[in-house]
């Protein structure tokens, strides 16, 4: 017991110590177009505990303190991601603009726009369903269901937010506690 409660003690001195952001990841509800993409949201706790995020970013635009940490937008195939990282600046011609509601769900609703010299997406929310309103690549999205130079638009889905490491380990260290208490009350009934 005394071994647990110090690795109890050691997960919540590493948990309140990390570098919490809050990750939120595109689940895709329907089988409308663009299929299969990829998306995910870091925040900074900050941004996320004043409820709201509105930015606008441009080539060569680096704003540490903006409240996002990361984007990641890719769709299936040739066209490659559209990526921001608090770290670095946007590339020439990248734009990302968004308006997004942290909701007491754990999912977003808003609105944003990104794209780079290659891809573009631009989504909307009632609530927080979100909705594809423009996806489109010169490197053509066939893979995602699109047809060569057209929009492909109507896909839906939520951002729902990712568990952090830390909360995932102080869970799991939760549960190893439970199951070897269980046990250890068996070995004693079975005496």
């Given at each position: 017991?005394?071994?647990?409660?110090?690795?109890?003690?050691?997960?919540?001195?590493?948990?309140?110590?990390?570098?919490?952001?809050?990750v939120?990841?595109?689940?895709?509800?329907?089988?409308?177009?663009?299929?299969?993409?990829?998306?995910?949201?870091?925040f900074?706790?900050?941004?996320?505990?004043?409820g709201?995020?509105?930015?606008?970013?441009?080539?060569?635009?680096?704003?540490p303190?903006a409240?996002?940490?990361?984007?990641y937008y890719?769709a299936?195939?040739?066209?490659?991601?559209?990526?921001?990282?608090?770290?670095?600046?946007?590339g020439?011609?990248?734009?990302?603009?968004?308006?997004i509601?942290f909701l007491?769900?754990?999912?977003?609703?808003?609105s944003?726009?990104?794209?780079?010299?290659?891809?573009?997406?631009?989504?909307?929310?009632?609530?927080?369903?979100?909705?594809v309103?423009?996806?489109?690549?010169?490197?053509t999205?066939?893979?995602?269901?699109?047809?060569?130079s057209?929009?492909?638009a109507?896909?839906?889905?939520?951002f729902?937010?990712?568990?952090?490491?830390?909360s995932?380990?102080l869970?799991?260290?939760?549960l190893?506690?439970?199951?070897?208490?269980a046990?250890s009350k068996?070995?004693?009934?079975a005496?």
């Open positions: 017991m005394k071994k647990l409660i110090a690795c109890a003690i050691a997960a919540l001195s590493f948990h309140a110590n990390s570098q919490a952001n809050v939120y990841e595109w689940q895709g509800n329907n089988d409308a177009t663009p299929y299969n993409i990829k998306m995910r949201m870091e900074s706790d900050a941004a996320f505990d004043a709201r995020l509105t930015l606008k970013m441009r080539e060569n635009d680096f704003d303190e409240g996002l940490v990361n984007f890719k299936p195939g040739k066209p490659r991601p559209i990526t921001y990282a608090r770290d670095h600046a946007f020439e011609g990248d734009l990302l603009e968004m308006d509601v007491d769900d754990l999912t977003l609703s808003g944003f726009k990104a794209f780079n010299f290659e891809s573009h997406i631009f989504m909307a929310s009632a609530s927080n369903l979100f909705t309103t423009y996806a489109n690549s010169d490197a999205m066939i893979d995602a269901g699109c047809a060569p057209s929009n492909c109507g896909g839906t889905g939520v729902r937010q990712v568990p952090e490491p830390g995932i380990a869970m799991s260290l939760g190893l506690g439970v199951a070897r208490h046990r068996r070995k004693k009934g005496v």
